[in-house]
């Protein structure tokens, strides 16, 4: 099963190559990081000391990056003698996961191929994999288990739009989480969820959002300078994490409220970096 899944992951990267390609040259993208994610180790991942062992952290990007930083503070204070090394998928997640952790535990998560991630399995020799939210990357789970390594998804959920993906893999997905020793699910739904498709229900334990706990500082720069520009007593609508024709949508009906209240104010937040000039 896991051979057919690892046919299909390289048919759809064939498949998908021109795309990729012309995100490189046009935004940039994929092109940072892409020797590490072909299985090339950083010289800066290298251990300190003899036979390290170490905690890898998995977060995609400045969400998940931002849901972990409290819990790994406290995995540093439990486990001080532990090196912890935090793995990121995008651009904005790399650069956060550099400032809060150190760019020299700091990495971009490779290929869920054997052959591109063996190479961090040997060279780090992690005790503990800990994922957030939803990366259940096969191959990734598979090797942790193969190299003892246990795994803890925290901050756990199941989107309504990727539940009835899950649920129809359910047989392949459910091989595929024996590898988790533990889930720490946001809410009773994604319990649910994650039992359904194939979660142990005695590895499954909702322990609420770590975004709760997240630490932000008040004195942002972007922040600070919203707060300046905008009047105390102004009404605000955020809209973040929008994605390409949703923006047009919402500057439409921003102008039907504006008419109504000449203090509203629209705060607009893509989600990608390269179209903040939409």
């Known amino acids: ?37 072909l299985g090339n180790v950083p010289l800066s991942l290298r251990p300190t000391k003899p036979l390290e062992r170490c905690i890898w952290v998995h977060a995609v990007s400045v969400g998940e990056v931002l849901a ?32 809060k952790f150190g760019a020299e535990n700091v990495f971009y998560f490779p290929l869920d191929f054997s052959w591109a991630l063996r190479p961090y399995f040997r060279r780090l020799r992690p005790s503990l994999v800990v994922i957030a939210e939803t990366e259940f990357w096969p191959s990734f789970l598979l090797l942790a288990q193969v190299h003892q390594a246990r795994v803890a998804v925290v901050n756990a959920r ?31 739904v994604d319990r649910d969820r994650l039992v359904e498709i194939g979660a142990d229900p005695g590895r499954v334990h909702v322990t609420g959002n770590l975004k709760f706990d ?58 990608h970096p390269e179209r903040f000039q939409f």
């Not at 990121?88 to 956060?96: A, D, E, M, V």
């Not at 922040?223 to 949508?249: F, Q």
């Open 158 to 188: 199941i989107s309504d739009r990727s539940f009835p993906r899950y649920r129809f893999f359910r047989p392949f997905f459910r091989h595929v989480l024996r590898s988790v020793d533990l889930f720490s699910a946001q809410s009773e």
């Open 68 to 99: 972990v930083s409290t819990l790994i503070d406290r995995l540093k204070n439990r486990f001080e003698a532990t090196r912890i090394v935090v793995s990121t998928t995008t651009i904005t997640g790399q650069s956060l996961a550099r400032k």
């Open 214 to 271: 997240a630490e932000f500082s008040s004195q942002e720069g972007v922040a600070t300078s919203l707060r300046c520009a905008i009047p105390p007593s102004a009404k605000i609508m955020v809209c973040g994490s929008t994605v390409d024709g949703e923006e047009e949508i919402l500057l439409d009906a921003f102008q039907s409220l504006v008419k109504d209240h000449r203090d509203f104010v629209l705060v607009l937040a893509p989600r």
């Open 1 to 37: 099963m896991h051979l057919l899944y690892s046919i299909a992951l390289a048919l759809a990267l064939l498949v998908t190559l021109p795309f990729w390609l012309l995100a490189m040259l046009r935004h940039g993208k994929y092109r940072e990081g892409l020797s590490a994610r």
